[in-house]
């Protein structure tokens, strides 16, 4: 019998470790709503990441949707962002009112091209929220110093850059904010969940306050929030797994190396190299099939009868989904490198437990 080998498999700690974790839990019987846990979690994390202020979520969709809001941008406001991501990225500018204007991507580590950027700005162009891709760091330099010529907030999408450091500095600590993921599938998980990481000490009640209804006391609500409450059994969690993750980013990226051994040189695949300056976490493993000798949907069934599951991962782009395809800014032709890229790529099966025979298994298939 083939074994099912999955795309991702979620990082865990030893059942007695979390056991232990949460012991004091029905002492206190403090369940949520900002408890120790929760505190605890969120000041390891500061550190952990080099931010000065992290604010937990329950999901990074919330956490992406709050800080969006808080940033207080006018309602019609265009958000200059890329269609080569997951939806909650273009979901959550829309849900605040906003109108998405879709950018390209570079085709060397599938980020916003910065070059195209500048030709979106309007009028009505109010900010960036650029998604660094797989792990993969924007730009952040050059989104910088366009964001300060036209005075435009940054919000990065960060949900795959959980441990990323570019010249030493972690990655969550650019632009206005960045929105963290600790989802199940992401390299570091909470089980579900998310962060807000940002410089400015302001924002820290604005997001506490939004982040539980809105309430800022007892008598006093001062904004229409929402419940985006991270609870004590996820904190739980991530306190195990922060433990652990550096240990499971190393085997991450003995996994990639592997990958990179076999099918680097391979005429017909293109691999993403690592990027200058910046000390990667591994997050997935991208394999884009431009002229192989099978295409990337061919590639994906024939793995699939092996018991491998890949993903095609981004696709379809988001400015080509039912919800958004009517929207006069979409339209996937409009990106033709997000296209190009989301029709022919593949993220391969990559987590800290691989092993390496098993890498070695789906690079025979998919060179056989
Ligand atoms: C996972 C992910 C999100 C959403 O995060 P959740 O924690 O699942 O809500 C947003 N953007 C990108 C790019 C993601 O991969």
């Not at 974790?21 to 408890?35: A, C, P, Q, V």
């Not at 900010?127 to 989104?143: K, Q």
């Not at 199940?184 to 506490?208: P, Q, Y």
Request: with cysteine; net charge negative; glycine share 6%.
């Amino acid at each position: 019998m083939k074994q099912l080998i999955n795309v991702t498999r979620s990082s865990m700690p030893s059942f007695e470790e979390y056991c232990e974790e949460i012991k004091d839990l029905w002492d206190s019987h403090w369940l949520t709503n900002m408890g120790v846990k929760h505190k605890h979690l969120q000041s390891q994390l500061e550190e952990y990441l080099s931010v000065p202020n992290v604010v937990l979520y329950t999901n990074g969709h919330l956490a992406l949707e709050n800080v969006i809001a808080a940033l207080d941008l006018p309602a019609g406001g265009e958000v200059i962002t890329t269609p080569f991501t997951f939806v909650s990225t273009t979901h959550a500018i829309v849900r605040n009112g906003l109108i998405p204007v879709f950018c390209d991507i570079n085709p060397t580590d599938y980020t916003i091209d910065v070059s195209k950027i500048e030709a979106l700005i309007t009028d009505k162009t109010v900010a960036i929220v650029p998604v660094h891709v797989y792990g993969n760091l924007c730009d952040v330099d050059a989104i910088d110093v366009i964001a300060k010529k036209h005075n435009l907030k940054v919000i990065y999408d960060a949900a795959h850059a959980f441990g990323v450091r570019y010249r030493g500095a972690g990655a969550a600590s650019f632009g206005d904010a960045s929105m963290l993921s600790f989802h199940a599938t992401k390299v570091f998980n909470t089980i579900e969940g998310g962060a807000v990481c940002f410089a400015d000490d302001a924002l820290v009640a604005n997001l506490n306050d939004r982040k539980n209804f809105g309430i800022r006391g007892p008598e006093s609500c001062v904004y229409v929030g929402g419940n985006a409450k991270m609870s004590e059994f996820q904190a739980a969690m991530g306190i195990c797994n922060l433990r652990h993750v550096d240990e499971e980013i190393a085997k991450r990226g003995k996994v990639v190396a592997q990958y990179r051994k076999l099918l680097s040189g391979v005429p017909g695949l293109t691999l993403c190299e690592d990027q200058p300056e910046v000390q990667p976490n591994y997050a997935y493993f991208p394999v884009v099939f431009d002229g192989y000798k099978y295409s990337r949907d061919q590639v994906f069934s024939r793995l699939k009868e092996e018991e491998i599951i890949a993903r095609k991962y981004f696709y379809p782009l988001t400015n080509d989904f039912e919800c958004y395809r009517d929207l006069p800014t979409a339209g996937a032709e409009k990106t033709p490198v997000a296209q190009f890229v989301a029709d022919r790529v593949l993220t391969l099966p990559l987590y800290a437990d691989l092993s390496l025979e098993d890498v070695s298994r789906i690079c025979s298939v998919i060179l056989e």
